[in-house]
């Protein structure tokens, strides 16, 4: 009679063991793996903003151009500060020329859903420090006045490689404009498109008990490894611990707000309409 070859059940429990044990060491590291490679393309699609922001300021006299333009009930569509083929544009929008590609707004991090835009179903996943990328233009919606708009020139910025242009602030509460199909993108991502702290989106400080303004405009997003990227004006990205106090910057919230040697983060803030001396200072050297 011829002998079968067959495992053991020991065998058998023994080699399932072993998958089960590689599994568990390898499955972290896959996701790490993966985190790791959306921090790659978060970080490009930083370095690529970044550079279009200097075709920009080199087009535009070496200015900064506005964070948003505010709608004014419908007075800024009159003027012409809005107009149909980008609603009432955001300085995403703006850099659009130079990007050819809105995706390049985006990161795999946001847990935000897309929205619709001009440019297809988008993202909006990063912010512009307030206190550089200043101000609205157009009619404000509050008082329908327009404020004119004081745009900040790139030589009044003394350190450059230490002065924070866009971060990676992303909040799911922008998602939560519903009240027409493009709230989301022409409303909300204009209005909330500046970051005004460096607190991170879990930092009760950020948000506290208010509604608006910083549910949706507070809070940056260290997603990965409790880190986040800083993106700045001479357009070098670097990546930055929660909790980080900026060289150069007050401990913050916001502009209207005392200084906290407690708090874990420092103020990007800045007036909405004009340059004001309560603004919160960037670096001076």
């Given amino acids: 009679m011829k002998k079968r070859n067959a495992?053991?059940?020991?065998?058998?429990?023994?080699?399932?063991a072993i998958i089960a044990i590689l599994a568990a060491i390898l499955f972290p590291v896959f996701a790490q793996a993966k985190s790791a490679a959306k921090n790659t393309t978060t970080v490009?699609?930083?370095?690529?903003?970044?550079?279009?922001?200097?075709?920009y300021l080199n087009d535009n006299d070496d200015m900064y151009s506005q964070a948003g333009?505010?709608?004014?009930?419908?007075?800024?569509?009159?003027?012409?500060?809005?107009?149909?083929?980008?609603?009432?544009?955001?300085?995403?929008?703006?850099?659009?020329?130079?990007?050819?590609?809105?995706?390049?707004?985006?990161?795999?991090?946001?847990?935000?859903?897309?929205?619709l835009s001009p440019y297809g179903e988008s993202k909006r996943s990063f912010r512009v420090a307030a206190n550089v990328v200043n101000g609205y233009a157009g009619f404000s919606t509050w008082d329908g006045k327009d404020h004119g708009f004081q745009a900040m020139s790139n030589s009044a910025v003394a350190s450059p490689?230490?002065?924070?242009?866009?971060t990676e602030q992303r909040s799911p509460a922008t998602s939560q404009c519903t009240?027409?199909?493009?709230?989301?993108?022409?409303?909300?991502?204009?209005?909330?498109?500046?970051?005004?702290?460096?607190?991170?989106?879990?930092?009760?400080?950020?948000?506290g008990t208010q509604k608006g303004l910083y549910a949706y405009g507070s809070g940056i997003d260290?997603?990965?490894?409790n880190r986040a990227n800083f993106l700045f004006t001479d357009s070098h990205t670097k990546s930055f611990p929660k909790?980080?106090?900026?060289?150069?910057?007050?401990?913050?919230?916001?502009?209207?707000?005392?200084?906290?040697?407690?708090?874990?983060?420092?103020c990007l803030d800045a007036d909405?309409?004009?340059?004001?001396?309560?603004?919160?200072p960037i670096p001076t050297e």
């Fill in 161 to 166: 490689a230490g002065t924070i242009l866009v």
């Fill in 243 to 266: 909790a980080y106090k900026f060289p150069g910057y007050l401990q913050k919230k916001d502009m209207n707000t005392a200084v906290s040697t407690t708090l874990k983060g420092v």
């Fill in 272 to 280: 909405i309409f004009v340059r004001s001396d309560k603004d919160c």
């Fill in 44 to 55: 490009s699609n930083m370095k690529q903003i970044g550079l279009a922001f200097q075709m």
């Fill in 7 to 16: 495992f053991t059940l020991i065998e058998l429990l023994v080699v399932i």
């Fill in 69 to 115: 333009t505010m709608n004014g009930n419908g007075a800024s569509w009159t003027s012409g500060a809005c107009t149909a083929a980008i609603g009432c544009p955001s300085w995403d929008t703006l850099l659009m020329p130079y990007m050819k590609s809105f995706e390049i707004f985006s990161s795999s991090f946001d847990r935000a859903p897309k929205s």
């Fill in 179 to 207: 009240w027409w199909a493009g709230a989301a993108f022409y409303e909300c991502g204009v209005w909330y498109s500046r970051s005004s702290n460096t607190l991170a989106n879990d930092d009760p400080v950020a948000v």
């Fill in 222 to 225: 260290y997603a990965y490894s």
